[in-house]
Protein backbone atom coordinates (compact mmCIF):
# COMPACT_ATOMS: atom_id res chain seq x y z
CA UNK A 1 0.00 0.00 0.00
CA UNK A 2 1.31 3.49 -0.98
CA UNK A 3 2.30 5.33 2.06
CA UNK A 4 0.82 9.27 2.42
CA UNK A 5 3.13 11.77 2.16
CA UNK A 6 3.43 14.00 4.92
CA UNK A 7 4.73 17.91 4.88
CA UNK A 8 4.46 20.10 8.32
CA UNK A 9 2.30 22.56 8.66
CA UNK A 10 3.75 26.21 8.77
CA UNK A 11 3.48 27.70 13.04
CA UNK A 12 0.90 30.47 11.52
CA UNK A 13 -0.79 28.04 9.55
CA UNK A 14 -1.56 25.51 12.87
CA UNK A 15 -2.91 28.33 14.75
CA UNK A 16 -5.79 29.07 12.35
CA UNK A 17 -6.16 25.47 11.88
CA UNK A 18 -6.32 24.80 16.17
CA UNK A 19 -8.76 27.68 16.20
CA UNK A 20 -11.49 25.85 14.81
CA UNK A 21 -14.29 25.56 17.39
CA UNK A 22 -17.94 24.31 16.51
CA UNK A 23 -19.31 28.38 17.70
CA UNK A 24 -16.45 29.81 15.15
CA UNK A 25 -15.31 27.25 12.30
CA UNK A 26 -12.37 28.77 10.77
CA UNK A 27 -14.12 28.34 7.20
CA UNK A 28 -13.89 31.46 4.94
CA UNK A 29 -16.86 31.23 2.83
CA UNK A 30 -17.36 32.48 -0.91
CA UNK A 31 -20.64 32.77 -3.60
CA UNK A 32 -20.13 33.19 -6.73
CA UNK A 33 -23.34 34.19 -8.71
CA UNK A 34 -23.33 33.64 -12.79
CA UNK A 35 -25.46 34.93 -15.57
CA UNK A 36 -26.54 31.85 -17.16
CA UNK A 37 -26.26 28.06 -15.52
CA UNK A 38 -23.58 26.16 -15.09
CA UNK A 39 -22.76 22.12 -15.93
CA UNK A 40 -21.57 19.85 -13.32
CA UNK A 41 -19.48 18.62 -15.39
CA UNK A 42 -17.85 21.73 -17.21
CA UNK A 43 -17.43 23.17 -13.00
CA UNK A 44 -15.60 19.93 -12.07
CA UNK A 45 -13.51 19.75 -14.99
CA UNK A 46 -12.34 23.88 -14.38
CA UNK A 47 -11.61 22.46 -10.48
CA UNK A 48 -9.50 19.15 -11.56
CA UNK A 49 -7.54 21.35 -13.87
CA UNK A 50 -6.79 24.38 -11.89
CA UNK A 51 -7.73 24.29 -8.43
CA UNK A 52 -6.18 20.59 -7.94
CA UNK A 53 -3.37 21.90 -9.63
CA UNK A 54 -2.10 23.53 -6.05
CA UNK A 55 -1.50 20.16 -5.05
CA UNK A 56 -2.10 21.26 -0.95
CA UNK A 57 -6.04 20.65 -1.83
CA UNK A 58 -5.41 17.40 -2.34
CA UNK A 59 -3.96 17.09 1.41
CA UNK A 60 -5.90 16.28 4.91
CA UNK A 61 -4.59 18.46 7.57
CA UNK A 62 -4.07 15.90 10.35
CA UNK A 63 -2.77 16.75 14.24
CA UNK A 64 -1.34 14.37 16.50
CA UNK A 65 0.99 14.69 19.12
CA UNK A 66 4.03 15.71 17.52
CA UNK A 67 2.27 18.69 15.47
CA UNK A 68 0.34 19.27 12.84
CA UNK A 69 0.98 17.87 8.89
CA UNK A 70 -0.30 18.22 5.69
CA UNK A 71 -0.90 14.35 4.35
CA UNK A 72 -1.73 13.31 0.94
CA UNK A 73 -5.34 12.29 1.07
CA UNK A 74 -4.82 8.59 -0.90
CA UNK A 75 -8.38 8.33 -1.28
CA UNK A 76 -9.22 11.48 -2.91
CA UNK A 77 -12.51 11.72 -4.63
CA UNK A 78 -13.77 15.03 -6.52
CA UNK A 79 -17.14 13.81 -5.91
CA UNK A 80 -16.78 14.32 -2.22
CA UNK A 81 -15.84 17.71 -2.80
CA UNK A 82 -18.51 18.50 -5.38
CA UNK A 83 -21.44 18.74 -4.30
CA UNK A 84 -24.93 19.95 -6.32
CA UNK A 85 -27.73 21.28 -4.69
CA UNK A 86 -31.33 23.21 -5.34
CA UNK A 87 -33.18 26.16 -3.84
CA UNK A 88 -36.50 25.12 -2.51
CA UNK A 89 -38.55 27.40 -3.26
CA UNK A 90 -38.31 31.06 -5.52
CA UNK A 91 -34.48 30.18 -5.89
CA UNK A 92 -33.82 34.18 -4.90
CA UNK A 93 -31.35 36.15 -2.96
CA UNK A 94 -32.90 35.12 0.49
CA UNK A 95 -33.11 31.94 -0.14
CA UNK A 96 -29.34 31.63 -1.38
CA UNK A 97 -28.61 33.67 1.75
CA UNK A 98 -30.15 30.93 3.88
CA UNK A 99 -28.33 27.94 2.12
CA UNK A 100 -25.26 29.94 2.91
CA UNK A 101 -25.79 30.11 6.49
CA UNK A 102 -26.50 26.76 6.60
CA UNK A 103 -23.18 25.79 5.27
CA UNK A 104 -21.12 28.63 6.80
CA UNK A 105 -22.89 26.64 10.53
CA UNK A 106 -21.87 23.54 8.86
CA UNK A 107 -18.41 21.91 9.63
CA UNK A 108 -15.79 20.49 6.91
CA UNK A 109 -15.24 16.70 7.03
CA UNK A 110 -11.80 16.73 9.51
CA UNK A 111 -11.06 13.02 7.52
CA UNK A 112 -10.69 14.31 4.11
CA UNK A 113 -9.02 17.86 1.84
CA UNK A 114 -10.90 20.38 4.23
CA UNK A 115 -12.63 22.52 1.10
CA UNK A 116 -16.17 21.60 -0.40
CA UNK A 117 -17.43 23.27 -3.84
CA UNK A 118 -21.57 23.61 -3.80
CA UNK A 119 -23.27 24.32 -7.22
CA UNK A 120 -26.86 25.56 -6.98
CA UNK A 121 -28.55 24.98 -10.02
CA UNK A 122 -31.16 28.19 -10.30
CA UNK A 123 -30.87 30.84 -8.36
CA UNK A 124 -31.69 34.52 -9.67
CA UNK A 125 -31.91 33.43 -13.42
CA UNK A 126 -28.57 32.11 -13.27
CA UNK A 127 -26.57 29.70 -10.88
CA UNK A 128 -24.55 30.15 -8.06
CA UNK A 129 -21.46 28.37 -6.94
CA UNK A 130 -20.56 28.51 -3.10
CA UNK A 131 -17.28 27.86 -2.07
CA UNK A 132 -15.89 26.53 1.61
CA UNK A 133 -11.78 26.65 2.53
CA UNK A 134 -10.56 25.91 5.70
CA UNK A 135 -8.50 29.18 6.78
CA UNK A 136 -5.54 27.22 7.38
CA UNK A 137 -4.44 26.78 3.35
CA UNK A 138 -4.50 30.10 2.87
CA UNK A 139 -5.83 34.13 3.70
CA UNK A 140 -7.86 35.73 1.18
CA UNK A 141 -5.32 37.14 -0.75
CA UNK A 142 -3.82 34.21 -1.92
CA UNK A 143 -7.85 32.77 -2.53
CA UNK A 144 -8.40 35.39 -4.68
CA UNK A 145 -5.65 34.56 -6.89
CA UNK A 146 -6.48 31.09 -6.83
CA UNK A 147 -10.06 31.68 -7.45
CA UNK A 148 -8.45 33.75 -10.68
CA UNK A 149 -6.36 30.73 -11.87
CA UNK A 150 -9.45 29.02 -12.59
CA UNK A 151 -11.09 32.21 -14.52
CA UNK A 152 -10.74 34.31 -17.72
CA UNK A 153 -12.29 36.92 -19.82
CA UNK A 154 -13.29 34.99 -22.25
CA UNK A 155 -15.97 32.28 -21.70
CA UNK A 156 -14.74 29.84 -24.44
CA UNK A 157 -11.23 30.20 -23.08
CA UNK A 158 -12.95 29.79 -19.14
CA UNK A 159 -13.59 26.38 -20.89
CA UNK A 160 -10.72 25.07 -22.51
CA UNK A 161 -8.07 26.28 -19.17
CA UNK A 162 -4.83 24.09 -19.87
CA UNK A 163 -3.79 21.73 -16.72
CA UNK A 164 -2.05 23.70 -14.55
CA UNK A 165 0.32 22.17 -12.05
CA UNK A 166 1.74 24.65 -9.32
CA UNK A 167 3.94 24.48 -6.84
CA UNK A 168 1.62 25.95 -3.51
CA UNK A 169 3.72 25.37 -0.99
CA UNK A 170 3.14 27.85 1.50
CA UNK A 171 4.83 28.62 4.45
CA UNK A 172 6.07 25.30 5.48
CA UNK A 173 9.37 23.15 4.37
CA UNK A 174 9.91 26.30 1.62
CA UNK A 175 10.53 28.66 4.92
CA UNK A 176 14.09 27.52 5.54
CA UNK A 177 15.37 28.24 2.03
CA UNK A 178 13.31 31.76 2.26
CA UNK A 179 14.78 32.34 6.06
CA UNK A 180 18.39 33.24 5.22
CA UNK A 181 17.40 35.55 2.04
CA UNK A 182 15.19 37.74 4.04
CA UNK A 183 16.22 37.65 7.27
CA UNK A 184 19.76 38.93 6.53
CA UNK A 185 18.80 42.47 4.89
CA UNK A 186 16.25 42.86 7.57
CA UNK A 187 19.19 42.00 10.28
CA UNK A 188 21.63 44.69 8.45
CA UNK A 189 18.49 47.17 8.53
CA UNK A 190 18.01 47.47 11.66
CA UNK A 191 21.83 48.23 12.68
CA UNK A 192 21.16 51.31 10.60
CA UNK A 193 19.23 54.18 11.75
CA UNK A 194 18.53 55.42 8.54
CA UNK A 195 16.54 52.36 7.76
CA UNK A 196 14.59 53.03 11.47
CA UNK A 197 11.83 55.59 8.99
CA UNK A 198 10.76 52.47 6.34
CA UNK A 199 7.23 52.25 5.89
CA UNK A 200 5.40 49.26 7.74
CA UNK A 201 4.64 47.37 4.26
CA UNK A 202 8.20 47.41 3.59
CA UNK A 203 9.14 45.95 6.66
CA UNK A 204 6.15 43.77 6.33
CA UNK A 205 7.40 42.28 2.87
CA UNK A 206 10.61 40.98 4.25
CA UNK A 207 8.94 39.50 7.53
CA UNK A 208 6.59 38.07 5.81
CA UNK A 209 8.93 35.73 3.39
CA UNK A 210 9.24 33.75 7.03
CA UNK A 211 6.97 33.36 10.05
CA UNK A 212 10.05 32.14 12.34
CA UNK A 213 11.55 35.60 10.48
CA UNK A 214 9.16 37.68 12.18
CA UNK A 215 8.96 36.37 15.85
CA UNK A 216 13.23 36.64 15.47
CA UNK A 217 12.93 40.15 14.45
CA UNK A 218 10.74 40.67 17.01
CA UNK A 219 12.98 39.56 19.80
CA UNK A 220 16.13 41.72 17.89
CA UNK A 221 14.69 44.65 17.31
CA UNK A 222 13.53 44.70 20.94
CA UNK A 223 17.15 44.51 22.37
CA UNK A 224 18.10 47.49 19.98
CA UNK A 225 15.41 49.59 21.75
CA UNK A 226 12.89 50.44 19.34
CA UNK A 227 9.36 50.84 20.23
CA UNK A 228 7.97 46.83 19.54
CA UNK A 229 7.79 46.97 23.68
CA UNK A 230 5.63 49.95 23.55
CA UNK A 231 3.17 48.54 21.16
CA UNK A 232 2.98 44.54 22.89
CA UNK A 233 2.15 46.45 26.31
CA UNK A 234 -1.14 48.07 24.34
CA UNK A 235 -1.92 44.86 23.22
CA UNK A 236 -1.47 43.36 26.83
CA UNK A 237 -2.66 46.31 28.42
CA UNK A 238 -5.60 46.95 25.73
CA UNK A 239 -9.24 47.47 27.71
CA UNK A 240 -12.28 44.92 26.89
CA UNK A 241 -14.37 46.09 23.85
CA UNK A 242 -17.65 48.04 24.54
CA UNK A 243 -20.48 45.81 26.20
CA UNK A 244 -22.88 46.14 22.86
CA UNK A 245 -25.50 43.54 21.67
CA UNK A 246 -22.24 42.55 18.99
CA UNK A 247 -20.92 40.77 22.28
CA UNK A 248 -21.68 38.19 24.30
CA UNK A 249 -21.81 33.97 24.38
CA UNK A 250 -21.88 32.47 21.40
CA UNK A 251 -24.09 29.66 19.79
CA UNK A 252 -23.17 27.38 16.65
CA UNK A 253 -25.86 29.00 13.98
CA UNK A 254 -24.49 31.47 11.65
CA UNK A 255 -26.41 34.14 9.79
CA UNK A 256 -25.29 35.78 6.35
CA UNK A 257 -26.40 38.59 4.60
CA UNK A 258 -24.58 41.04 1.44
CA UNK A 259 -25.57 44.49 0.33
CA UNK A 260 -26.02 45.54 -3.55
CA UNK A 261 -22.79 46.19 -5.05
CA UNK A 262 -21.67 49.76 -4.89
CA UNK A 263 -20.12 51.38 -7.63
CA UNK A 264 -16.49 51.70 -7.36
CA UNK A 265 -15.72 54.85 -9.24
CA UNK A 266 -18.25 56.93 -7.19
CA UNK A 267 -16.70 55.95 -4.00
CA UNK A 268 -13.08 56.77 -5.42
CA UNK A 269 -14.45 60.34 -6.39
CA UNK A 270 -15.92 61.35 -3.10
CA UNK A 271 -12.82 59.99 -1.45
CA UNK A 272 -10.67 62.40 -3.51
CA UNK A 273 -13.30 65.24 -2.92
CA UNK A 274 -13.08 64.84 0.42
CA UNK A 275 -8.95 64.31 0.74
CA UNK A 276 -9.23 60.58 1.96
CA UNK A 277 -8.86 57.05 0.64
CA UNK A 278 -11.53 54.57 -0.50
CA UNK A 279 -10.60 52.42 2.72
CA UNK A 280 -11.15 55.58 5.06
CA UNK A 281 -14.36 56.33 3.11
CA UNK A 282 -15.75 52.37 3.18
CA UNK A 283 -14.64 52.34 6.99
CA UNK A 284 -16.99 55.22 8.22
CA UNK A 285 -19.69 53.87 6.29
CA UNK A 286 -19.23 50.64 8.36
CA UNK A 287 -19.00 52.66 11.56
CA UNK A 288 -22.15 54.59 10.61
CA UNK A 289 -24.09 51.22 9.28
CA UNK A 290 -23.25 49.29 12.67
CA UNK A 291 -24.06 52.86 14.61
CA UNK A 292 -27.65 53.02 12.87
CA UNK A 293 -28.00 49.07 13.70
CA UNK A 294 -27.13 49.66 17.68
CA UNK A 295 -29.99 52.57 18.00
CA UNK A 296 -32.35 51.07 16.55
CA UNK A 297 -32.48 48.18 18.35
CA UNK A 298 -32.54 50.75 21.64
CA UNK A 299 -28.39 50.71 22.64
CA UNK A 300 -27.36 54.31 23.64
CA UNK A 301 -24.18 55.05 21.33
CA UNK A 302 -23.00 58.02 21.22
CA UNK A 303 -19.38 58.13 22.32
CA UNK A 304 -18.89 54.70 22.03
CA UNK A 305 -16.56 52.94 20.22
CA UNK A 306 -16.04 49.96 18.87
CA UNK A 307 -12.97 47.77 17.86
CA UNK A 308 -12.58 45.78 14.67
CA UNK A 309 -9.42 43.49 13.81
CA UNK A 310 -8.44 44.21 10.29
CA UNK A 311 -5.96 41.89 8.65
CA UNK A 312 -2.79 43.31 7.16
CA UNK A 313 -1.31 42.18 4.03
CA UNK A 314 2.06 41.01 4.75
CA UNK A 315 2.64 38.76 1.65
CA UNK A 316 5.65 39.63 -0.64
CA UNK A 317 4.87 40.76 -3.76
CA UNK A 318 4.84 38.20 -6.26
CA UNK A 319 3.35 35.45 -3.92
CA UNK A 320 -0.03 35.89 -4.48
CA UNK A 321 -0.44 32.60 -6.16
CA UNK A 322 1.76 31.17 -2.74
CA UNK A 323 -0.34 29.13 -0.15
CA UNK A 324 -0.49 30.05 3.44
CA UNK A 325 -1.08 32.61 5.49
CA UNK A 326 0.74 35.98 5.63
CA UNK A 327 -0.89 38.80 7.07
CA UNK A 328 -0.79 40.61 10.70
CA UNK A 329 -3.50 41.95 12.33
CA UNK A 330 -4.10 45.75 13.86
CA UNK A 331 -6.99 46.91 16.09
CA UNK A 332 -8.91 49.89 14.61
CA UNK A 333 -11.05 51.57 16.96
CA UNK A 334 -14.45 52.51 14.70
CA UNK A 335 -15.83 55.77 16.07
CA UNK A 336 -19.35 54.87 16.69
CA UNK A 337 -20.41 56.92 18.78
CA UNK A 338 -19.83 60.22 16.39
CA UNK A 339 -23.20 61.16 14.69
CA UNK A 340 -22.00 62.96 11.57
CA UNK A 341 -21.13 61.55 9.03
CA UNK A 342 -18.18 63.80 7.67
CA UNK A 343 -16.90 64.03 11.38
CA UNK A 344 -17.00 60.19 11.69
CA UNK A 345 -15.52 60.00 7.91
CA UNK A 346 -12.56 62.31 9.25
CA UNK A 347 -12.04 60.83 12.42
CA UNK A 348 -11.55 57.43 10.73
CA UNK A 349 -8.66 58.65 8.48
CA UNK A 350 -6.81 60.39 11.41
CA UNK A 351 -7.05 56.60 13.44
CA UNK A 352 -5.96 54.74 10.09
CA UNK A 353 -2.81 57.56 9.64
CA UNK A 354 -1.88 56.95 12.98
CA UNK A 355 -1.35 53.52 12.75
CA UNK A 356 0.60 53.48 9.41
CA UNK A 357 3.38 53.40 11.80
CA UNK A 358 2.14 50.50 13.77
CA UNK A 359 3.97 47.14 14.53
CA UNK A 360 0.69 45.22 15.10
CA UNK A 361 0.68 43.64 12.07
CA UNK A 362 4.08 42.17 12.53
CA UNK A 363 3.84 41.36 16.35
CA UNK A 364 0.79 39.42 15.38
CA UNK A 365 2.05 37.49 12.63
CA UNK A 366 5.14 36.64 15.53
CA UNK A 367 2.92 35.84 17.83
CA UNK A 368 0.69 33.51 15.74
CA UNK A 369 3.57 31.87 14.16
CA UNK A 370 4.73 31.35 18.04
CA UNK A 371 1.63 29.93 19.69
CA UNK A 372 1.09 27.88 16.64
CA UNK A 373 4.00 25.45 17.65
CA UNK A 374 3.27 25.89 21.07
CA UNK A 375 0.77 23.92 23.14
CA UNK A 376 -3.08 24.30 22.28
CA UNK A 377 -3.83 25.81 25.71
CA UNK A 378 -1.68 28.61 25.46
CA UNK A 379 -2.94 29.42 22.12
CA UNK A 380 -6.58 29.36 23.97
CA UNK A 381 -5.72 31.97 26.46
CA UNK A 382 -4.20 34.30 23.58
CA UNK A 383 -7.14 33.51 21.27
CA UNK A 384 -9.19 34.35 23.94
CA UNK A 385 -7.15 37.84 25.07
CA UNK A 386 -7.50 39.45 21.72
CA UNK A 387 -11.01 38.30 21.01
CA UNK A 388 -12.49 39.87 24.05
CA UNK A 389 -11.07 43.12 22.89
CA UNK A 390 -13.07 43.33 19.54
CA UNK A 391 -16.46 42.80 18.31
CA UNK A 392 -15.83 41.89 14.66
CA UNK A 393 -13.75 41.20 12.58
CA UNK A 394 -13.08 43.51 9.19
CA UNK A 395 -11.34 42.62 5.70
CA UNK A 396 -10.78 44.36 2.95
CA UNK A 397 -9.78 41.93 -0.41
CA UNK A 398 -8.66 43.38 -3.72
CA UNK A 399 -10.68 41.57 -6.63
CA UNK A 400 -10.35 41.74 -10.69
CA UNK A 401 -11.46 45.10 -12.43
CA UNK A 402 -13.03 44.00 -15.17
CA UNK A 403 -15.60 40.51 -15.54
CA UNK A 404 -14.58 37.26 -15.39
CA UNK A 405 -15.47 33.96 -16.79
CA UNK A 406 -16.13 30.27 -15.13
CA UNK A 407 -16.77 26.82 -16.67
CA UNK A 408 -18.30 29.46 -19.56
CA UNK A 409 -20.52 30.97 -17.73
CA UNK A 410 -19.77 35.05 -16.47
CA UNK A 411 -19.62 35.53 -13.19
CA UNK A 412 -21.99 38.26 -12.38
CA UNK A 413 -21.31 38.53 -8.98
CA UNK A 414 -18.49 37.95 -6.20
CA UNK A 415 -19.19 38.04 -2.46
CA UNK A 416 -17.17 36.21 0.09
CA UNK A 417 -17.23 36.15 4.52
CA UNK A 418 -14.50 36.27 6.76
CA UNK A 419 -14.19 33.70 10.06
CA UNK A 420 -14.27 34.79 13.34
CA UNK A 421 -11.95 33.66 16.49
CA UNK A 422 -12.20 33.11 19.51
CA UNK A 423 -15.36 35.00 20.99
CA UNK A 424 -15.95 37.42 18.39
CA UNK A 425 -19.43 37.19 17.13
CA UNK A 426 -19.52 39.25 13.45
CA UNK A 427 -17.38 39.38 10.39
CA UNK A 428 -17.70 41.94 7.73
CA UNK A 429 -15.88 41.36 4.45
CA UNK A 430 -15.60 44.25 1.55
CA UNK A 431 -14.33 43.13 -1.99
CA UNK A 432 -14.23 44.57 -5.42
CA UNK A 433 -14.96 43.10 -8.46
CA UNK A 434 -15.73 44.79 -11.84
CA UNK A 435 -16.25 48.05 -11.16
CA UNK A 436 -18.43 47.69 -7.98
CA UNK A 437 -18.12 47.10 -4.05
CA UNK A 438 -19.77 44.53 -2.15
CA UNK A 439 -20.18 44.25 1.72
CA UNK A 440 -21.19 41.14 3.54
CA UNK A 441 -21.97 40.66 6.86
CA UNK A 442 -21.72 36.96 8.63
CA UNK A 443 -22.51 37.18 12.39
CA UNK A 444 -23.70 34.85 15.27
CA UNK A 445 -27.30 34.26 14.92
CA UNK A 446 -28.41 34.99 18.29
CA UNK A 447 -25.89 38.04 18.92
CA UNK A 448 -27.53 39.06 15.48
CA UNK A 449 -30.30 37.39 13.90
CA UNK A 450 -31.18 39.94 11.09
CA UNK A 451 -27.72 40.50 10.06
CA UNK A 452 -29.60 41.94 6.47
CA UNK A 453 -30.68 44.68 8.67
CA UNK A 454 -26.91 45.96 9.25
CA UNK A 455 -25.87 45.74 5.63
CA UNK A 456 -29.14 47.37 4.28
CA UNK A 457 -27.92 50.34 5.94
CA UNK A 458 -24.36 50.96 4.01
CA UNK A 459 -26.46 52.26 1.22
CA UNK A 460 -27.82 54.53 3.67
CA UNK A 461 -24.29 55.86 5.10
CA UNK A 462 -23.40 56.00 0.92
CA UNK A 463 -26.01 58.50 -0.20
CA UNK A 464 -26.07 60.57 2.82
CA UNK A 465 -21.98 60.92 2.41
CA UNK A 466 -22.64 61.32 -1.09
CA UNK A 467 -24.88 63.64 -0.37
CA UNK A 468 -22.74 66.19 1.85
CA UNK A 469 -19.93 65.96 -0.98
CA UNK A 470 -22.18 67.36 -3.75
CA UNK A 471 -23.48 69.78 -1.45
CA UNK A 472 -20.20 71.54 -0.38
CA UNK A 473 -18.42 73.44 -2.38
CA UNK A 474 -15.26 71.70 -4.02
CA UNK A 475 -11.89 72.23 -1.88
CA UNK A 476 -14.14 74.14 0.63
CA UNK A 477 -14.53 70.54 2.86
CA UNK A 478 -11.57 71.24 5.94
CA UNK A 479 -11.27 68.26 7.47
CA UNK A 480 -9.08 69.62 10.14
CA UNK A 481 -12.12 71.07 12.90
CA UNK A 482 -14.19 68.23 12.06
CA UNK A 483 -11.49 65.22 12.57
CA UNK A 484 -9.97 67.08 15.62
CA UNK A 485 -13.49 67.30 17.14
Known amino acids: MAQARRERISGVDTAWLRMDNPTNLMMIVGVMIFEGRLELAKVKRTIERRFLGFHRFRQRAVQDPSGAWWEDDLNFDIDSHVHRTALPGRADKEELEALVSDLA ?18 CDGGSALIMRIHHCYADGIALVQVMLSMTHESAAASLSLP ?84 KGALGVRKRVAWAEPFPLDEVKEMGRALGCSINDVLLAMAAGALRAYLEDNGEAVDGIEIRAIVPVNLRPAGEGRQLGNRFGLVFVELPVGVD ?120 DEFDRLMWITLMSPWGEIDPEPLGTA
Request: glycine share 10%; hydrophobic share 40%.
Open 105 to 122: STPLDSTKPLWQFHLVDQ
Open 163 to 246: REEIDAAGGSAADADIFGQFLRPLAGAIEGVQHFGRSLFEQGRELAANPQAASDALEEVTRKGMDFAGEIAKLALMERDAPTRL
Open 340 to 459: HPLERLFEVKRRMHALKGSYQPVIALGLLHTVGYGPKVLQEQVTALLSQNASLVMTNVPGPLHPLHFAGRRIRELDFWVPQSGGIGMGLSILSYDGKIQFGVIADAGLVPDPKSVVSRFH
